[in-house]
C-alpha cells in the first residue's frame, strides 16, 4: 500500500520532470501547431479524469441518498471551481502566448508569471491524485489501485508534454537550457505537494471524501475550460487540437476502466 502511494505521488511529477528535459534534446521553439495538440491532449486527460476517476467513484460512495446521490458531487464541483477563481483571480500569472497578464498587478519577470500559470494548472492535479491515493490509504472499497495507478499514469502522460510546453519558450526567452528546466521540473513541484497535503487533510475527513473528490474535479474543469480550451483553439485550422483532446480523452477513459 505504501509503495502504491509512493508512486502514485511522484510518477506525475517524473512526467512534467521529463517534459521539461525536452529542452535539452530540441533546438528549436514548439511550433504554434505542437502547442496546440499538446494542450488539446491535457484537456482530454483532465476531463475524463474528472468523470472516470472522481465525479462518478464520488456519486458512487452516496449510493445511500438515494435520488440525492449527486448532491456531495455537485457541491464539491462548484467548491472546486470557486477554489481556482479564487486562486486565478489573486496570483499574478501569464499564460503561454498571452502579451497580458492575469491577476493582481505584480513586477515579477515575465518568466517567473509563466511558471506561476502552470504552477496554477498543476494545484488541482496534485489535489486530484492525492484524494484518490487518500482513500486507497483508507481502505475505501470505491477507489482501487489500478484506478489510482491509472490516474496517476494519465496526469504524468499529459505532465509530459506540459513539461516541455513551460521549459522550451522559456528557453526561447532568452534563459539558459539548464535554467528552463529547472523551472519547468519547479512548475511541477506542486503536484507531489498537493498530493501529500490533501493525504493528509483527507485523513482527518474521510467522511468528505466525495466532496473532495469532486472538489478536485471541478477545480481540473476550471483549468481546462479557463487555459486549455482556448490554447487548443488559438488560430486558424485548429482542428488538431480536438482530434488530440480525444486521444487525450480516450486515451485516460481506457486506463481508468483497463487498471481500474
Known amino acids: 500500500m505504501t509503495t502504491d502511494i509512493i508512486s502514485g505521488i511522484m510518477i506525475p511529477f517524473i512526467g ?12 528549436n521553439e514548439l511550433k504554434l501547431s ?8 491535457a484537456a482530454g486527460v483532465m476531463v475524463a479524469a474528472s468523470i472516470w476517476s472522481l465525479i462518478i467513484p464520488a456519486m458512487e460512495q452516496c449510493v445511500d441518498m438515494g435520488k440525492l446521490s449527486f448532491l456531495p458531487a455537485f457541491i464539491g ?7 481556482l477563481l479564487m486562486l486565478d483571480s489573486v496570483i499574478p500569472h ?3 502566448n498571452a502579451e497580458k497578464a492575469e491577476g493582481p498587478a505584480a513586477t515579477f519577470k515575465r518568466t517567473t508569471m509563466m511558471v506561476l500559470a502552470v504552477t496554477l494548472h498543476n494545484i488541482p492535479e496534485g489535489m486530484a491524485v492525492g484524494v484518490v491515493l487518500a482513500g486507497l490509504a483508507s481502505g475505501n472499497t470505491m477507489i482501487t489501485s489500478g484506478g489510482a495507478l491509472a490516474l496517476a499514469l494519465g496526469i504524468a502522460i499529459q ?3 506540459e513539461g516541455a510546453i513551460i521549459s522550451m519558450p522559456l528557453c526561447a526567452e532568452g534563459n539558459s537550457k539548464g535554467k528552463a528546466f529547472f523551472y519547468g521540473v519547479l512548475s511541477g513541484a506542486v503536484e507531489p505537494v498537493g498530493a501529500v497535503l490533501t493525504i493528509v487533510a483527507a485523513g482527518f475527513i474521510i467522511p468528505a471524501m466525495p466532496y473532495l473528490l469532486s472538489f478536485a474535479a471541478g477545480a481540473m474543469m476550471y483549468v481546462v475550460v479557463e487555459e486549455l480550451i482556448p490554447e487548443m483553439s488559438e488560430g486558424e485550422h485548429s482542428n488538431i487540437g480536438v482530434v488530440m483532446f480525444v486521444m487525450g480523452f480516450t486515451l485516460m477513459m481506457a486506463l481508468d476502466v483497463a487498471l481500474g
Open 34 to 41: 505542437v502547442q496546440r495538440a499538446l494542450s488539446g491532449f
Open 16 to 27: 512534467t520532470s521529463l517534459g521539461a528535459a525536452c529542452v535539452f534534446f530540441m533546438k
Open 94 to 96: 501569464l499564460h503561454l
Open 77 to 83: 464541483f462548484w467548491l472546486g471551481t470557486l477554489f
Open 159 to 161: 505532465n509530459f508534454p
